[in-house]
């Protein structure tokens, strides 16, 4: 379906790709101007980068940083960001990964949440629910978070299986 399912830190990347996409999100964010977090996203080959989408706030892809994964969420550097405050070097502390929690295929009035408690048991893991009052097909509903010195795509297949125990209907 083309929308984020799935994110996580580090991110390996090439230098050169990562360079033409710090470049496009400078020349993009630069133009617009203001202030804070902008969701700034790409895809990604071997050879080049494209230009995706952007979201001027911060972005449910960085949800992960609320796993502790880095020393300021990407909430705590918007805010900062948008009231002046200073940032400091950002530092990746652990590993980290998430994963969404969508609707069912029926849109709902009154979501139900089930699974929590079987998803929230597990260690080195946390679960947060966005709050929307209605559903509709595949809508992200919610992000599971892992984090911790395991190799990041042992942390995304357990953040993708903490999200698949949890159903809303």
């Keep these: 379906r083309g929308d984020y399912q799935e994110s996580w830190q580090p991110m390996p990347m090439d230098k050169e790709r990562l360079g ?3 470049e496009m999100a400078k020349k993009i964010t630069d133009e ?3 202030a804070g977090v902008w969701g700034v ?3 990604i080959t071997k050879d080049a980068t494209y230009f995706s989408e952007l979201s001027p706030r911060p972005h449910d892809t960085g949800m992960v940083t609320l796993a502790g994964t880095q020393n300021f969420s990407e909430f705590e550097l918007h805010a900062r960001a948008v009231l002046g405050f200073p940032i400091p070097e950002i530092k990746l502390l652990k590993n980290g990964a998430s994963a969404v929690v969508l609707a069912n295929q029926n849109s709902l009035e009154q979501p139900i949440f089930s699974g929590l408690e079987e998803a929230m048991i597990e ?5 947060r629910i966005f709050g929307k009052p209605t559903s509709r097909p595949f809508r992200r509903m919610a992000v599971t978070l892992t984090y911790g010195n395991k190799d990041v795509e ?3 297949e ?8 949890i159903t809303v209907n």
Excluded: C, H, I
Excluded at 123 to 127: C, G, I, P, R, V
Excluded at 158 to 165: I, S, W
């Design 123 to 127: 260690s080195d893991s946390d679960l």
């Design 32 to 34: 617009l101007g203001g």
């Design 158 to 165: 357990r953040a993708r299986e903490l999200a698949e125990k």
């Design 41 to 43: 996203e790409f895809f």
């Design 154 to 156: 042992t942390l995304v």
């Design 20 to 22: 033409e996409a710090q």
